[in-house]
């Protein structure tokens, strides 16, 4: 039985950094025509990668506030 190989899910940091490369080049103006709709799609590719990171980052966040507003909400109602 072989193991599979768990590819490492790249960061915000690496996919925000790509998306950032690839706008300075789009933006110098001198990219040609094919490699423009190749970085395109790679770019919305990119953002939908990091919309996907932030909506799970807030949702943890969201998560673990609440669960420490409840906490303090129990303690609140234990003291009194």
Do not use: F, N
């Not at 940091?13 to 950032?20: C, F, I, K, Q, Y």
């Not at 025509?33 to 969201?62: F, H, N, P, Y």
């Not at 506030?65 to 234990?78: C, F, G, I, K, S």
């Amino acid at each position: 039985m072989t193991a599979k190989k768990k590819t490492k899910e790249p960061t915000y940091a690496e996919l925000s950094g790509e998306l950032e490369t690839i706008l300075d080049e789009i933006e110098s103006g001198e990219i040609d025509l094919d490699a423009l709709s190749d970085k395109v799609e790679r770019a919305a590719t990119l953002l939908g990668q990091c919309r996907k990171k932030l909506s799970a980052t807030e949702t943890k966040v969201k998560k673990v506030t609440e669960d420490l507003q409840q906490t303090v909400t129990d303690d609140a109602d234990e003291e009194e």
